[in-house]
């Protein structure tokens, strides 16, 4: 039986991003673990009292659904955003935290997220992979990583996260009563907040092992605008 099963969320529309996604599980062997799951399109929703922008409204709709199709795997479920770079130790490490017990701690596990860039986080997580060292040639273990509880951070990014099979249906039905109510923050913020509110149990493994593309980040399908905020794409290099 497998530890796991993956989810990467997929605009119709967005063929190029499906085409890089499969040449990336095929290279790495994991082509039969991950499927497709097929994204909601913002543009073509009836967005309510929602005071977000069709995009957003679409990534919110996309990723309960995502949640509500991994609720009855019965095993822990990757999703993933079609923008998501996978490295040789993804999947390993995601293999060691399934049984490693940090699922009993926590409902989400990212594998890359954006935190908080002010100057004490920043010397922290250069402290942090400093102690991790150097990758070594065989595939990271939890162990050697630092898990980074969430609960007081403040953080973005939907990028790559793991869902307990026990959480997952929580998670889905948070989401789905904020859609009822119609959403006034981004999925990722709304995640966030649910996690300082202690409804949610976060945690971040560090150094990541998932990274994004930049070159999908300036022409994001969540984006409406005709340009890049300068802004939008510091964060990304850092992280």
């Known amino acids: 039986t497998a530890l796991y099963q993956g989810l990467y969320i997929n605009l119709d529309r967005s063929s190029e991003r499906r085409e890089r996604m499969v040449q990336q599980l095929r290279a790495l062997g994991l082509e039969t673990r991950y499927a497709r799951f097929t994204g909601i399109d913002g543009t073509l929703l009836k967005l309510g009292n929602a005071s977000l922008r069709p995009g957003e409204v679409g990534a919110f709709h996309s990723h309960?659904?995502?949640?509500?199709?991994?609720?009855?795997?019965?095993?822990?479920?990757?999703?993933?955003?079609?923008?998501?770079?996978?490295?040789q130790h993804t999947a390993p490490v995601i293999q060691d935290a399934v049984v490693s017990g940090l699922f009993d701690?926590?409902?989400?596990?990212?594998?890359?997220?954006?935190?908080?860039?002010?100057?004490?986080?920043?010397?922290?997580?250069?402290?942090?992979?400093?102690?991790?060292?150097?990758?070594?040639?065989?595939?990271?273990?939890?162990?050697?990583?630092?898990?980074?509880?969430?609960?007081?951070?403040?953080?973005?990014?939907?990028t790559s996260y793991l869902v307990s099979p026990k959480a997952a249906?929580?998670?889905?039905?948070?989401?789905?009563?904020e859609i009822a109510s119609g959403p006034q923050l981004p999925v990722d913020l709304f995640i966030r907040d649910c996690v300082r509110a202690k409804k949610l149990r976060a945690a971040c493994l560090f150094p990541f092992?998932?990274?994004?593309?930049?070159?999908?980040?300036a022409r994001s399908t969540i984006s409406s605008q005709d340009r890049m905020e300068p802004s939008v794409m510091v964060l990304s290099v850092l992280r």
């Open 105 to 158: 701690r926590f409902d989400i596990l990212f594998t890359d997220t954006l935190l908080a860039p002010h100057l004490g986080m920043l010397k922290a997580l250069k402290s942090l992979y400093e102690k991790t060292g150097s990758p070594p040639a065989r595939s990271l273990r939890v162990a050697e990583m630092q898990t980074i509880d969430l609960a007081g951070e403040n953080f973005s990014c939907l």
């Open 209 to 217: 092992v998932t990274t994004l593309d930049l070159n999908e980040i």
């Open 64 to 87: 309960t659904r995502a949640l509500e199709a991994a609720r009855g795997a019965g095993t822990c479920t990757h999703i993933l955003e079609d923008d998501a770079v996978f490295s």
């Open 169 to 177: 249906d929580r998670i889905a039905n948070l989401l789905r009563q």
